[in-house]
């Protein structure tokens, strides 16, 4: 039920991952809506609806409209996960209620203090992504949490991403590692010290999209910003090769042509081909799309969600950090030692 244009594109977006991705869903909200946007569609389809009551709007604070909201569907959704009648959530809506439903219907992983929200983000590099992470769970951050997500970004590229030896990196105003503000400084130095994380240094904005990473971490505060500014320029680029293109014949067989190219350019730039964010450090798999999420977005959400799913993410980042916990234990008792 959430995001601009629910509950039609929702549903549509869910009917074609049924039929391409052979995932069962079950479509929680208003059954009278639901059923509606179903109809809309010439081909009978058989998908579970769950019943809702109510939605959490874009102007609620999410945790006041959670404990009033009792039914409402994001909330519904992620008791389906903790249930177990679900293995994602995929949800379009109020990000802030999403992220606070997981934590609280959900909870936490061992050892991770804070979620964080991770997108992918297209490089230099034909065919390769950078994940960033945080972009928006955290608006304030430790170098604790940073730390955390580095782990988390360096299990998720190795399992899901398949990249045996991520390359992190730390978003930074300068290379050196005495460059940035107290935050970054410590930071670096957990990174540096950590020998479960493949750290390479810091990351300066003109690195972001150069393919030198494969995983960038930062405050939310900083990732959301810079997660909307490469979302805009990515519509501006495609914008701008359609009001380039010649026009008439000319431009018609031109296009004809180029339409390979176009294509993979639109999959490179388009936000909407990535379907959305992962929600990395919840005991569940939550995706979070697009307020403007339409149907190709979703099914994308979809898409990356089985990925999660089925390259056991969760079971992945739990035991790394009993090997983080081990190594910890076992410095710890070396300093001892030479004490």
């Known amino acids: 039920m959430g995001g601009d244009y ?6 549509t977006g869910a009917l074609r991952a049924k039929e391409e991705l052979d995932v069962h869903i079950l479509l929680v909200g208003d059954p009278d809506r639901i059923e509606e946007s179903i109809g809309k569609h010439t081909q009978s389809h058989q998908l579970e609806i769950v019943p809702s009551e109510g939605v959490i709007s874009m102007n609620e604070e999410p945790l006041v409209a959670l404990r009033r909201k009792k039914n409402a569907s994001i909330s519904v959704a992620m008791n389906l996960v903790k249930e177990n009648r679900a293995d994602a959530v995929v949800s379009a809506g109020h990000s802030g209620a999403a992220m606070a439903a997981a934590l609280l219907r959900l909870g936490r992983l061992p050892g991770i203090d804070r979620p964080a929200i991770g997108a ?8 390769k992504s950078v994940l960033i992470l945080d972009v928006g769970a955290n608006v304030d951050c430790r170098p604790q949490f940073l730390e955390q997500f580095a782990l988390m970004g360096t299990v998720y590229s190795q399992y899901v991403l398949g990249i045996d030896q991520p390359k992190v990196g730390l978003l930074n105003i300068g290379e050196e590692s005495c460059k940035g503000n107290d935050l970054a400084i410590r930071t670096h130095q957990l990174l540096d010290e950590n020998p479960l994380i493949p750290f390479i240094g810091n990351a300066e904005g003109r690195d972001v999209l150069s393919g030198q990473y494969d995983v960038i971490v930062c405050d939310g505060f ?8 490469a979302e805009a320029v990515g519509s501006v680029m495609l914008q701008i090769v359609r009001e380039e293109l010649p026009q008439g014949l000319h431009g018609q067989i031109g ?3 180029l339409k390979p190219n176009l294509r993979r350019i639109k999959q490179r730039l388009d936000h909407a081909e990535h379907g959305g964010a992962l929600l990395l450090g919840v005991a569940g798999v939550c995706i979070i799309s697009h307020g403007s999420a339409q149907a190709p977005t979703i099914f994308n959400a979809v ?3 089985k990925e999660a799913v089925d390259n056991r993410v969760l079971d992945r980042l739990r035991g790394q950090y009993q090997k983080t916990v081990a190594n910890l234990g076992t410095v710890s008792a070396n300093q001892e030692s030479e004490g």
Not at 222 to 229: E, R
């Open 255 to 257: 296009t004809a042509i």
């Open 6 to 11: 629910a509950p039609d594109e929702i549903v």
């Open 222 to 229: 900083a990732g959301n910003v810079l997660l909307k500014f």
């Open 120 to 127: 992918m983000f297209p490089t230099l590099m034909a065919d």
């Open 303 to 305: 898409r990356l969600g």
